[in-house]
C-alpha cells in the first residue's frame, strides 16, 4: 500500500513537471534568442539611419562613424546596388550566426551578424535552470510523497493489524486515532466489533457452562433414581434399570467428550509459548501508561518458562490485569512468572499485584461477574479475561485480597502440543 501510495503521487508529480517543464525550457530558449534579435536589430537600425543621413549629405560611406553600434566580434555588412557599394566592417563570421537585416532609405541593405554561441550557450544555461526547477520540483514531491504514504500506509498497518489481534480473540479497546476521519470511522467501528464480539464470547462462555452444569446436575439425578431400582427384587425390573443405567453412563460419557471437544475447538490457538519473550512484549505496552501516573511496572520472570496458550489471549488477559492494576490500584505494579504444582498436575502461574488498597470482602466474591464493577468500569475485563483464559485450559483467579492478586494457571504443554515434531508412538510388545 505505501508503495503503491508512493508511486501514485509521483507519477502525478512527474506528470505535472514535464508538462509545465517542457513548455517553460521551449519558452525560455524562445525568449533568449527573441531578445538577442531585438538588441540586434536595434542596433541595425541605428547604422542604419546613420548610414542613410550620410547617403543623403552626398559623402561617401563612413563606417568607421558607426563602429560603436557594431557588437564585439561583430560583422556588418553594406550594400547599396544602385551605386555598387558593397563595404564590410568587422570579423569575418563562420559557422552559426544570428543576423539581422534593415534596409536604407536609399535602396540599400544593412545587415548586421553576432555569432550565435553566446545566445546558445545562454539558451542552454536557461534550459539547465528549468531542468533544475522540475528536478526539485518532483524531489519536492517526492518528500511529500514520502510523508504521506507513510501518514497514510501506518495508520493502515495498525488497523490490519487490529483486525487481526480481533480475529484472534484480542478484544482489547483501542484508543489510537489517524487525524484521518475515514481511518478513525474505521477505528471507531472496531472499536464497537470489539466490545461487541466480547459480549458475545462472554454470553457464549456463560452458556456454554449453565447448560453443561444443568445436563450434569439432571444426568446425575437421573443416575441416583435408576441405581434405586437396580435394587429392586423384581428381576426383570432390576434388569432393565440396570441396562437404563449403562445408557445414562454412556450418555454421561459422550457428554463429557462433547465438552472435551468444545474446549479444544475453543483452544485451537494455544501453542507452546516461551513466557520469558512474550510477557517482556506484553509489559512493554503497559510501562509507558504506568509512567505517565507516576507508577513503575516491575517484572519477575523464570528463565525458560513455556505454557500452552493462545498469545493473543494471553495477551489480552495479562492486559487486563495490567489495565485494572492501573485503574483501580496504586503503586509500583509487579508481574512475575514461575511454575507452580496445583491437584491436576505442573503448572505455570503468572501473578499480578499492586501496593494498593485491595478488594473489599464484599467485592470478592462478585468480581469476576460479568457487568460487576467497582470503580465504575464496564465490569466487562476481569470476567472476559477469565472465559478467554478458561478456553485454553487456563484458570484466573484472586489468590489475594490484600494487596490485591490476580493469579493466572496455564497448563504446561506436553511433548504432542509442539507442532511440526512427529513424536516416536510408543511400542506395545507382539
Given amino acids: ?228 431400582l437396580t435394587a429392586v427384587p423384581d428381576k426383570e425390573i432390576a434388569g432393565e434399570a440396570q441396562a437404563a443405567l449403562e445408557q445414562a453412563e454412556r450418555l454421561a460419557d459422550v457428554l463429557d467428550e462433547l465438552m472435551a471437544a468444545a474446549r479444544e475447538a475453543r483452544a485451537t490457538g494455544a501453542e507452546p509459548v516461551d513466557l520469558s519473550s512474550e510477557l517482556v512484549g506484553i509489559t512493554e505496552e503497559w510501562r509507558a501508561p504506568l509512567r505517565a501516573g507516576g507508577r513503575s511496572l516491575k517484572v519477575k520472570l523464570q528463565d525458560n518458562l513455556f505454557a500452552k496458550v493462545s498469545p493473543a489471549r494471553l495477551r489480552e488477559v495479562v492486559g487486563v490485569l495490567l489495565d485494572n492494576a492501573l485503574r483501580h490500584g496504586s503503586g509500583t505494579v509487579t508481574l512475575t512468572a514461575r511454575e507452580g504444582v496445583v491437584a491436576s498436575g505442573d503448572t505455570v502461574v503468572i501473578e499480578v499485584t499492586d501496593m494498593g488498597a485491595g478488594v473489599p470482602d464484599e467485592l470478592a466474591e462478585h468480581i469476576f461477574e460479568r457487568g460487576f464493577s467497582g470503580g465504575g468500569s464496564t465490569g466487562l475485563g476481569l470476567a472476559l479475561a477469565r472465559a478467554l483464559i478458561d478456553s485454553d485450559g487456563g484458570r484466573l483467579e484472586l489468590s489475594a485480597k490484600r494487596p490485591a492478586t490476580f493469579a493466572v494457571f496455564l497448563p504446561v504443554p506436553r511433548a504432542g502440543d509442539v507442532q511440526g515434531v512427529r513424536w516416536p508412538a510408543e511400542r506395545s510388545p507382539r
Fill in 1 to 228: 500500500m505505501r508503495r503503491r501510495i508512493l508511486m501514485a503521487i509521483l507519477l502525478a508529480v512527474t506528470v505535472t513537471a514535464c508538462a509545465l517543464g517542457i513548455p517553460l525550457g521551449w519558452s525560455a530558449t524562445a525568449v533568449v534568442e527573441s531578445l538577442t534579435r531585438q538588441e540586434l536589430g536595434a542596433r541595425a537600425r541605428q547604422i542604419a539611419a546613420d548610414l542613410d543621413d550620410q547617403v543623403t549629405n552626398g559623402s561617401e560611406l563612413d563606417l568607421n562613424r558607426v563602429q560603436l553600434l557594431v557588437p564585439p566580434r561583430g560583422h556588418l555588412l553594406v550594400v547599396l546596388p544602385d551605386s555598387g557599394v558593397r563595404q564590410e566592417f568587422g570579423t569575418e563570421l563562420t559557422g552559426d550566426t544570428v543576423s539581422e537585416e534593415v534596409p536604407i532609405v536609399q535602396h540599400g541593405n544593412v545587415v548586421l551578424s553576432i555569432d550565435a554561441g553566446p545566445m546558445r550557450t545562454t539558451q542552454t544555461q536557461v534550459t539547465l535552470l528549468v531542468v533544475l526547477v522540475v528536478i526539485a520540483a518532483i524531489g519536492g514531491g517526492a518528500a511529500v510523497a514520502t510523508v504521506t504514504a507513510r501518514r497514510l500506509a501506518r495508520p493502515l498497518r495498525h488497523v490490519a493489524d487490529r483486525a487481526a489481534r480481533l480475529g484472534a480473540g484480542d478484544f482489547r479497546l483501542d484508543r489510537t486515532r489517524y487525524e484521518v476521519s475515514e481511518l478513525d470511522s474505521v477505528a471507531e467501528a472496531l472499536d464497537a466489533s470489539a466490545t461487541a464480539l466480547a459480549q458475545l464470547v462472554q454470553r457464549e462462555r456463560e452458556l456454554v457452562g449453565d447448560v453443561s452444569h444443568q445436563l450434569r446436575s439432571r444426568l446425575t439425578s437421573l443416575q441416583l433414581r435408576i441405581e434405586e
